[in-house]
Protein backbone atom coordinates (compact mmCIF):
# COMPACT_ATOMS: atom_id res chain seq x y z
CA UNK A 1 0.00 0.00 0.00
CA UNK A 2 1.23 3.45 -0.64
CA UNK A 3 1.64 5.74 2.36
CA UNK A 4 -1.97 7.14 1.22
CA UNK A 5 -3.52 4.36 1.16
CA UNK A 6 -2.26 2.98 4.44
CA UNK A 7 -3.88 6.18 6.19
CA UNK A 8 -6.99 5.43 4.23
CA UNK A 9 -7.07 2.35 6.10
CA UNK A 10 -6.24 3.61 9.43
CA UNK A 11 -8.79 5.75 9.24
CA UNK A 12 -11.52 3.13 8.44
CA UNK A 13 -10.33 -0.42 9.91
CA UNK A 14 -8.26 1.28 12.96
CA UNK A 15 -4.94 1.74 13.26
CA UNK A 16 -2.70 -0.43 10.91
CA UNK A 17 1.26 1.06 11.06
CA UNK A 18 3.93 1.61 13.61
CA UNK A 19 3.16 5.23 13.19
CA UNK A 20 0.20 5.31 14.45
CA UNK A 21 0.08 4.09 17.80
CA UNK A 22 2.71 2.57 20.61
CA UNK A 23 1.92 0.69 23.72
CA UNK A 24 3.93 1.23 26.90
CA UNK A 25 4.70 -2.06 26.16
CA UNK A 26 7.97 -2.75 25.05
CA UNK A 27 7.18 -5.02 21.62
CA UNK A 28 10.02 -6.07 19.11
CA UNK A 29 9.73 -5.21 15.34
CA UNK A 30 9.46 -8.88 14.39
CA UNK A 31 6.61 -9.63 17.25
CA UNK A 32 4.31 -11.66 16.35
CA UNK A 33 2.27 -9.35 19.05
CA UNK A 34 1.67 -6.28 18.47
CA UNK A 35 -0.59 -3.44 19.44
CA UNK A 36 -1.84 -3.48 16.03
CA UNK A 37 -2.75 -7.15 16.60
CA UNK A 38 -4.08 -8.11 19.65
CA UNK A 39 -5.00 -11.83 19.21
CA UNK A 40 -7.35 -13.41 21.48
CA UNK A 41 -6.41 -16.94 23.34
CA UNK A 42 -7.70 -18.84 26.28
CA UNK A 43 -4.79 -19.55 28.74
CA UNK A 44 -3.85 -20.51 32.57
CA UNK A 45 -0.80 -20.43 34.74
CA UNK A 46 0.28 -22.74 37.52
CA UNK A 47 -0.50 -20.05 40.21
CA UNK A 48 -4.05 -19.47 38.78
CA UNK A 49 -4.97 -22.61 37.01
CA UNK A 50 -8.55 -21.31 35.51
CA UNK A 51 -9.05 -20.56 32.18
CA UNK A 52 -9.59 -17.42 30.95
CA UNK A 53 -9.25 -14.77 27.91
CA UNK A 54 -5.96 -13.03 27.45
CA UNK A 55 -5.01 -10.46 24.82
CA UNK A 56 -1.57 -11.04 23.22
CA UNK A 57 0.94 -7.83 23.24
CA UNK A 58 4.82 -8.56 22.91
CA UNK A 59 5.78 -11.44 25.07
CA UNK A 60 3.07 -10.84 27.35
CA UNK A 61 -0.65 -11.29 28.11
CA UNK A 62 -3.25 -9.06 29.17
CA UNK A 63 -5.51 -10.72 31.28
CA UNK A 64 -8.97 -9.39 30.28
CA UNK A 65 -11.01 -11.01 32.80
CA UNK A 66 -8.57 -8.55 35.47
CA UNK A 67 -9.22 -5.46 33.37
CA UNK A 68 -13.05 -5.98 32.27
CA UNK A 69 -14.63 -3.16 34.61
CA UNK A 70 -12.03 -1.09 32.15
CA UNK A 71 -14.72 -1.92 29.21
CA UNK A 72 -17.27 1.02 29.14
CA UNK A 73 -18.59 1.50 25.87
CA UNK A 74 -22.12 0.78 24.94
CA UNK A 75 -21.75 -3.04 24.50
CA UNK A 76 -19.41 -4.23 26.12
CA UNK A 77 -20.34 -2.22 29.87
CA UNK A 78 -23.60 -4.45 29.77
CA UNK A 79 -21.38 -7.60 29.19
CA UNK A 80 -18.50 -7.53 31.39
CA UNK A 81 -19.38 -10.70 32.47
CA UNK A 82 -18.23 -12.74 29.11
CA UNK A 83 -14.51 -11.84 29.88
CA UNK A 84 -14.85 -14.23 33.19
CA UNK A 85 -15.42 -17.15 30.79
CA UNK A 86 -13.28 -19.74 30.09
CA UNK A 87 -14.13 -19.61 26.36
CA UNK A 88 -14.29 -17.03 23.67
CA UNK A 89 -17.51 -18.30 22.79
CA UNK A 90 -19.77 -16.24 24.41
CA UNK A 91 -17.64 -13.15 23.94
CA UNK A 92 -18.16 -14.27 20.07
CA UNK A 93 -21.64 -14.43 20.24
CA UNK A 94 -22.28 -10.89 21.01
CA UNK A 95 -21.32 -9.93 17.29
CA UNK A 96 -19.15 -7.96 15.12
CA UNK A 97 -19.95 -4.43 16.65
CA UNK A 98 -19.22 -5.93 19.70
CA UNK A 99 -15.37 -7.37 18.97
CA UNK A 100 -14.94 -3.78 16.94
CA UNK A 101 -15.46 -2.24 20.53
CA UNK A 102 -13.23 -4.40 22.57
CA UNK A 103 -10.30 -3.87 19.94
CA UNK A 104 -10.57 0.34 19.99
CA UNK A 105 -11.18 -0.57 24.07
CA UNK A 106 -7.71 -2.59 24.01
CA UNK A 107 -5.48 -0.67 21.67
CA UNK A 108 -6.32 2.48 23.74
CA UNK A 109 -6.02 0.55 27.10
CA UNK A 110 -2.46 -0.98 26.53
CA UNK A 111 -1.58 2.97 24.36
CA UNK A 112 1.24 5.04 25.39
CA UNK A 113 -0.89 7.63 25.66
CA UNK A 114 -3.23 6.45 28.15
CA UNK A 115 -2.65 6.44 31.37
CA UNK A 116 -5.48 3.93 33.15
CA UNK A 117 -3.25 0.88 32.99
CA UNK A 118 0.41 2.26 32.43
CA UNK A 119 0.22 3.98 35.64
CA UNK A 120 -1.71 2.04 37.41
CA UNK A 121 0.91 -0.62 39.17
CA UNK A 122 -1.39 -2.86 40.95
CA UNK A 123 -3.45 -3.46 38.27
CA UNK A 124 -1.17 -3.68 35.61
CA UNK A 125 0.92 -6.48 37.65
CA UNK A 126 -2.24 -8.21 38.02
CA UNK A 127 -3.67 -8.31 34.52
CA UNK A 128 -0.22 -8.49 32.54
CA UNK A 129 1.41 -12.08 32.65
CA UNK A 130 4.45 -13.66 30.79
CA UNK A 131 3.82 -15.69 27.78
CA UNK A 132 6.36 -18.19 28.76
CA UNK A 133 4.59 -19.03 31.86
CA UNK A 134 1.20 -19.52 30.06
CA UNK A 135 -0.47 -23.03 29.38
CA UNK A 136 -2.30 -21.73 26.18
CA UNK A 137 -5.78 -23.96 25.25
CA UNK A 138 -8.04 -24.34 22.70
CA UNK A 139 -9.65 -20.49 22.16
CA UNK A 140 -13.34 -22.18 22.10
CA UNK A 141 -15.61 -24.89 22.67
CA UNK A 142 -15.88 -25.98 19.43
CA UNK A 143 -19.23 -27.34 18.59
CA UNK A 144 -18.93 -28.01 14.93
CA UNK A 145 -15.76 -28.45 12.10
CA UNK A 146 -16.13 -27.87 8.91
CA UNK A 147 -13.01 -28.48 6.01
CA UNK A 148 -13.41 -26.93 3.12
CA UNK A 149 -11.18 -27.78 -0.34
CA UNK A 150 -10.79 -24.65 -1.70
CA UNK A 151 -7.02 -24.37 -3.28
CA UNK A 152 -7.26 -24.26 -6.68
CA UNK A 153 -3.13 -25.95 -6.94
CA UNK A 154 -4.22 -27.90 -4.58
CA UNK A 155 -6.83 -29.73 -6.25
CA UNK A 156 -5.30 -29.64 -9.33
CA UNK A 157 -1.99 -31.18 -7.91
CA UNK A 158 -4.15 -34.20 -6.52
CA UNK A 159 -6.41 -34.69 -9.31
CA UNK A 160 -3.30 -34.91 -11.71
CA UNK A 161 -1.76 -37.83 -9.40
CA UNK A 162 -4.49 -39.80 -8.93
CA UNK A 163 -6.73 -38.93 -11.97
CA UNK A 164 -4.74 -36.94 -14.79
CA UNK A 165 -3.97 -33.69 -16.01
CA UNK A 166 -7.27 -33.76 -18.30
CA UNK A 167 -9.82 -35.06 -15.36
CA UNK A 168 -7.82 -33.14 -12.56
CA UNK A 169 -10.81 -31.20 -11.20
CA UNK A 170 -14.24 -32.89 -10.25
CA UNK A 171 -16.82 -31.31 -12.65
CA UNK A 172 -18.32 -29.53 -9.31
CA UNK A 173 -14.90 -27.82 -8.45
CA UNK A 174 -15.43 -24.37 -10.17
CA UNK A 175 -18.99 -23.82 -9.18
CA UNK A 176 -18.90 -24.41 -5.22
CA UNK A 177 -16.65 -24.37 -2.31
CA UNK A 178 -16.29 -28.03 -1.92
CA UNK A 179 -16.05 -29.22 2.03
CA UNK A 180 -16.73 -32.17 4.25
CA UNK A 181 -17.80 -32.73 8.30
CA UNK A 182 -15.06 -33.29 10.20
CA UNK A 183 -14.52 -34.38 13.81
CA UNK A 184 -14.69 -31.85 16.33
CA UNK A 185 -13.59 -33.79 19.24
CA UNK A 186 -9.96 -34.06 18.20
CA UNK A 187 -9.04 -30.33 17.23
CA UNK A 188 -6.09 -29.84 19.76
CA UNK A 189 -3.96 -26.88 20.71
CA UNK A 190 -0.73 -26.37 19.37
CA UNK A 191 1.58 -28.50 20.99
CA UNK A 192 -0.30 -31.66 21.71
CA UNK A 193 1.29 -34.90 20.84
CA UNK A 194 -0.30 -37.13 18.05
CA UNK A 195 -0.78 -40.38 18.00
CA UNK A 196 0.05 -41.94 14.68
CA UNK A 197 -3.39 -43.67 13.19
CA UNK A 198 -4.13 -47.34 12.85
CA UNK A 199 -6.64 -48.42 10.36
CA UNK A 200 -6.98 -50.19 6.94
CA UNK A 201 -4.81 -49.56 3.88
CA UNK A 202 -4.98 -51.35 0.19
CA UNK A 203 -1.17 -50.99 -0.60
CA UNK A 204 -1.75 -53.38 -3.40
CA UNK A 205 -4.62 -53.50 -5.79
CA UNK A 206 -4.31 -56.49 -6.68
CA UNK A 207 -4.93 -57.66 -3.01
CA UNK A 208 -6.71 -57.20 0.14
CA UNK A 209 -6.85 -54.89 2.25
CA UNK A 210 -4.32 -54.88 5.43
CA UNK A 211 -4.73 -53.63 8.89
CA UNK A 212 -2.17 -51.83 10.56
CA UNK A 213 0.07 -48.11 11.29
CA UNK A 214 -0.53 -45.46 8.83
CA UNK A 215 2.64 -45.32 7.15
CA UNK A 216 1.75 -42.60 4.62
CA UNK A 217 0.86 -39.58 7.59
CA UNK A 218 0.95 -36.14 5.74
CA UNK A 219 0.62 -32.74 7.39
CA UNK A 220 -2.07 -30.13 5.88
CA UNK A 221 -0.95 -26.35 5.73
CA UNK A 222 -4.34 -24.82 6.31
CA UNK A 223 -6.32 -21.63 8.01
CA UNK A 224 -9.32 -21.52 9.56
CA UNK A 225 -11.96 -19.06 10.80
CA UNK A 226 -14.07 -19.28 13.74
CA UNK A 227 -17.63 -18.20 13.57
CA UNK A 228 -18.36 -15.51 16.01
CA UNK A 229 -22.12 -14.38 15.80
CA UNK A 230 -24.09 -17.94 14.28
CA UNK A 231 -27.71 -17.70 12.59
CA UNK A 232 -30.75 -19.58 13.15
CA UNK A 233 -32.03 -23.00 11.70
CA UNK A 234 -32.93 -22.19 8.28
CA UNK A 235 -32.05 -18.63 7.24
CA UNK A 236 -29.04 -18.35 5.06
CA UNK A 237 -26.09 -15.80 5.73
CA UNK A 238 -26.06 -13.47 2.89
CA UNK A 239 -22.63 -13.36 1.04
CA UNK A 240 -23.10 -9.60 1.72
CA UNK A 241 -23.16 -9.55 5.62
CA UNK A 242 -20.98 -12.78 6.15
CA UNK A 243 -17.92 -10.85 7.32
CA UNK A 244 -20.11 -10.16 10.22
CA UNK A 245 -20.50 -13.79 11.45
CA UNK A 246 -16.66 -14.15 11.06
CA UNK A 247 -14.47 -13.63 14.32
CA UNK A 248 -11.37 -14.53 13.24
CA UNK A 249 -8.47 -16.60 12.02
CA UNK A 250 -5.77 -19.28 13.25
CA UNK A 251 -3.41 -21.75 11.68
CA UNK A 252 -4.33 -25.14 11.42
CA UNK A 253 -2.40 -28.62 10.77
CA UNK A 254 -4.65 -31.20 9.57
CA UNK A 255 -3.04 -34.25 9.76
CA UNK A 256 -4.20 -36.92 7.06
CA UNK A 257 -2.89 -40.34 6.87
CA UNK A 258 -3.06 -40.66 2.96
CA UNK A 259 -2.85 -44.38 2.76
CA UNK A 260 -5.88 -44.95 5.30
CA UNK A 261 -8.12 -42.53 3.39
CA UNK A 262 -7.32 -43.83 -0.15
CA UNK A 263 -8.69 -46.91 0.73
CA UNK A 264 -11.92 -45.41 2.71
CA UNK A 265 -12.76 -42.12 0.98
CA UNK A 266 -15.21 -43.45 -1.94
CA UNK A 267 -17.81 -42.59 -1.81
CA UNK A 268 -18.34 -40.53 1.10
CA UNK A 269 -15.15 -38.90 2.01
CA UNK A 270 -12.56 -39.09 4.59
CA UNK A 271 -13.11 -40.75 7.73
CA UNK A 272 -10.53 -42.34 9.77
CA UNK A 273 -7.70 -40.85 7.52
CA UNK A 274 -8.67 -37.45 9.18
CA UNK A 275 -10.72 -37.76 12.22
CA UNK A 276 -7.49 -38.86 14.60
CA UNK A 277 -6.48 -35.15 14.38
CA UNK A 278 -6.30 -31.44 13.91
CA UNK A 279 -4.16 -29.04 15.62
CA UNK A 280 -4.58 -25.67 15.63
CA UNK A 281 -2.78 -22.24 17.14
CA UNK A 282 -4.05 -21.08 20.17
CA UNK A 283 -4.09 -17.16 18.97
CA UNK A 284 -7.13 -16.05 17.53
CA UNK A 285 -6.04 -13.24 15.39
CA UNK A 286 -9.62 -10.83 14.66
CA UNK A 287 -10.38 -9.86 10.99
CA UNK A 288 -10.02 -6.47 11.76
CA UNK A 289 -6.40 -7.08 12.66
CA UNK A 290 -6.20 -8.57 9.08
CA UNK A 291 -8.02 -6.07 6.93
CA UNK A 292 -4.71 -3.97 6.31
CA UNK A 293 -4.10 -6.92 4.38
CA UNK A 294 -6.84 -7.72 2.11
CA UNK A 295 -6.06 -8.01 -1.33
CA UNK A 296 -8.62 -8.68 -4.28
CA UNK A 297 -10.05 -11.27 -4.62
CA UNK A 298 -9.12 -14.43 -7.82
CA UNK A 299 -10.82 -13.94 -10.94
CA UNK A 300 -13.51 -16.81 -11.16
CA UNK A 301 -14.64 -18.34 -14.40
CA UNK A 302 -16.97 -19.32 -14.55
CA UNK A 303 -18.51 -17.11 -12.49
CA UNK A 304 -20.21 -18.51 -9.54
CA UNK A 305 -23.91 -18.46 -9.16
CA UNK A 306 -25.13 -15.43 -7.57
CA UNK A 307 -25.55 -16.51 -4.06
CA UNK A 308 -21.63 -16.92 -4.36
CA UNK A 309 -20.69 -13.58 -5.91
CA UNK A 310 -18.78 -11.28 -3.61
CA UNK A 311 -16.97 -8.02 -5.33
CA UNK A 312 -15.45 -7.05 -2.10
CA UNK A 313 -12.13 -7.96 -1.59
CA UNK A 314 -11.47 -10.48 1.10
CA UNK A 315 -8.47 -12.73 0.43
CA UNK A 316 -5.27 -12.01 2.85
CA UNK A 317 -1.35 -11.53 1.81
CA UNK A 318 -0.38 -14.19 5.32
CA UNK A 319 2.89 -15.56 4.36
CA UNK A 320 2.83 -19.24 5.63
CA UNK A 321 6.12 -21.70 6.08
CA UNK A 322 5.82 -25.34 7.52
CA UNK A 323 8.99 -26.95 9.04
CA UNK A 324 10.15 -30.01 10.49
CA UNK A 325 12.74 -30.85 13.16
CA UNK A 326 13.35 -35.02 13.22
CA UNK A 327 14.32 -36.76 16.22
CA UNK A 328 18.50 -36.13 16.13
CA UNK A 329 18.00 -32.61 14.01
CA UNK A 330 19.28 -29.34 15.95
CA UNK A 331 16.80 -27.54 14.31
CA UNK A 332 14.04 -27.35 12.18
CA UNK A 333 14.11 -27.45 8.13
CA UNK A 334 11.54 -25.25 6.45
CA UNK A 335 10.21 -27.23 3.73
CA UNK A 336 7.53 -25.14 2.09
CA UNK A 337 6.84 -21.49 1.85
CA UNK A 338 2.97 -20.72 0.70
CA UNK A 339 0.29 -18.16 1.22
CA UNK A 340 -3.24 -17.86 1.83
CA UNK A 341 -3.96 -15.30 -0.91
CA UNK A 342 -3.83 -18.25 -3.05
CA UNK A 343 -7.20 -19.71 -2.60
CA UNK A 344 -9.92 -19.56 -4.98
CA UNK A 345 -12.96 -19.55 -2.64
CA UNK A 346 -13.00 -16.94 0.10
CA UNK A 347 -13.84 -17.37 3.72
CA UNK A 348 -17.41 -15.10 3.26
CA UNK A 349 -17.98 -17.90 0.13
CA UNK A 350 -17.28 -20.44 2.17
CA UNK A 351 -19.85 -19.45 5.09
CA UNK A 352 -22.28 -18.58 2.97
CA UNK A 353 -22.25 -21.68 0.81
CA UNK A 354 -22.64 -23.96 4.41
CA UNK A 355 -25.61 -21.48 5.36
CA UNK A 356 -26.98 -21.56 2.06
CA UNK A 357 -29.07 -25.11 2.89
CA UNK A 358 -30.55 -23.45 5.88
CA UNK A 359 -27.61 -24.98 8.13
CA UNK A 360 -27.14 -23.19 11.07
CA UNK A 361 -23.65 -22.33 12.42
CA UNK A 362 -22.85 -21.74 16.24
CA UNK A 363 -20.42 -19.34 18.01
CA UNK A 364 -17.16 -21.72 18.44
CA UNK A 365 -17.74 -23.38 15.25
CA UNK A 366 -14.46 -24.07 12.99
CA UNK A 367 -14.46 -23.81 8.89
CA UNK A 368 -11.29 -24.91 7.50
CA UNK A 369 -9.67 -23.56 4.33
CA UNK A 370 -8.45 -27.21 3.11
CA UNK A 371 -4.39 -27.38 2.22
CA UNK A 372 -2.91 -24.28 1.15
CA UNK A 373 -0.79 -24.68 -1.72
CA UNK A 374 0.52 -22.49 -4.42
CA UNK A 375 1.86 -22.15 -7.81
CA UNK A 376 5.57 -23.38 -7.28
CA UNK A 377 6.67 -26.52 -6.17
CA UNK A 378 7.90 -24.85 -3.25
CA UNK A 379 4.60 -23.72 -2.07
CA UNK A 380 2.91 -27.13 -2.21
CA UNK A 381 1.26 -27.00 1.29
CA UNK A 382 1.33 -30.99 1.67
CA UNK A 383 3.63 -33.50 1.95
CA UNK A 384 1.91 -35.68 -0.45
CA UNK A 385 2.45 -32.09 -3.31
CA UNK A 386 6.09 -31.81 -1.96
CA UNK A 387 6.81 -35.67 -2.91
CA UNK A 388 5.13 -35.95 -5.97
CA UNK A 389 3.09 -39.23 -4.19
CA UNK A 390 6.27 -40.36 -2.59
CA UNK A 391 8.08 -40.32 -5.66
CA UNK A 392 10.76 -37.27 -4.62
CA UNK A 393 12.42 -37.42 -1.42
CA UNK A 394 11.72 -34.01 0.23
CA UNK A 395 15.33 -32.83 2.10
CA UNK A 396 15.89 -32.07 5.85
CA UNK A 397 19.22 -31.45 5.69
CA UNK A 398 22.13 -33.20 7.15
CA UNK A 399 21.11 -36.72 5.41
CA UNK A 400 17.67 -36.45 6.63
CA UNK A 401 15.02 -36.76 3.74
CA UNK A 402 11.38 -37.75 4.07
CA UNK A 403 8.07 -38.75 1.86
CA UNK A 404 6.05 -38.31 4.69
CA UNK A 405 6.07 -37.94 8.22
CA UNK A 406 7.86 -40.75 10.43
CA UNK A 407 7.63 -40.96 14.38
CA UNK A 408 9.26 -38.53 16.35
CA UNK A 409 8.95 -35.67 13.60
CA UNK A 410 8.00 -32.06 14.68
CA UNK A 411 6.38 -29.91 12.72
CA UNK A 412 5.76 -26.56 12.71
CA UNK A 413 3.35 -23.97 10.91
CA UNK A 414 3.95 -20.12 11.27
CA UNK A 415 1.94 -17.12 9.84
CA UNK A 416 2.36 -13.73 9.89
CA UNK A 417 1.43 -10.12 7.52
CA UNK A 418 4.02 -7.69 7.01
CA UNK A 419 3.23 -4.42 7.58
CA UNK A 420 5.25 -0.91 7.61
CA UNK A 421 7.58 -1.48 10.83
CA UNK A 422 5.22 -4.05 12.21
CA UNK A 423 4.06 -7.80 11.56
CA UNK A 424 0.53 -9.49 12.50
CA UNK A 425 1.56 -13.11 13.75
CA UNK A 426 -0.69 -15.60 14.47
CA UNK A 427 2.66 -17.44 16.77
CA UNK A 428 3.02 -20.97 16.21
CA UNK A 429 0.68 -24.29 15.81
CA UNK A 430 3.01 -27.49 16.48
CA UNK A 431 2.60 -31.12 16.90
CA UNK A 432 4.98 -34.12 17.47
CA UNK A 433 4.01 -37.40 16.25
CA UNK A 434 3.74 -40.17 18.37
CA UNK A 435 3.96 -44.22 17.67
CA UNK A 436 0.95 -45.87 16.88
CA UNK A 437 -0.76 -48.46 19.25
CA UNK A 438 -0.12 -51.80 18.81
CA UNK A 439 -3.54 -53.41 18.46
Given amino acids: WSPEEHLELCKTFGCCCSLCIMAFIEVQENSDFPIQNLPYGIFSTQEEPRKRIGVAIGEQILDVSAIK ?59 LVPQVLATMHLPADIGDYTDFYSSRYHAMNVGIMFRGKENALMPNWLHLPVGYHGRASSV ?57 HIFGMVLMNDWSARDIQK ?21 V ?23 LVDEVPYSFDINLSVAIKGEGMTEAATICKSNFKHMYWSVKQQLAHHTVSGCNVRPGDLLASGTISGPEPESF ?4 ELS ?32 IGYRIGFGCCAGKILPAISI
Fill in 381 to 384: GSML
Fill in 69 to 127: HLFQGPILSQHQQVFDEPTLNKFMSLGHKAWKEARENLQDLLSARNPALRDHETLRTRA
Fill in 285 to 307: VTMDALMPFVVPNPVQDPRPLPY
Fill in 388 to 419: WKGTKPISLGGGQVRTFLQDGDEVFITGFCQG
Fill in 263 to 283: WEYIPLGPFLGKNFGTSISPW
Fill in 188 to 244: VVSGTPIRRPVGQMRPDDAKPPVFGACKQLDIELEMAFLVGSGNQLGEPVPIARAHE
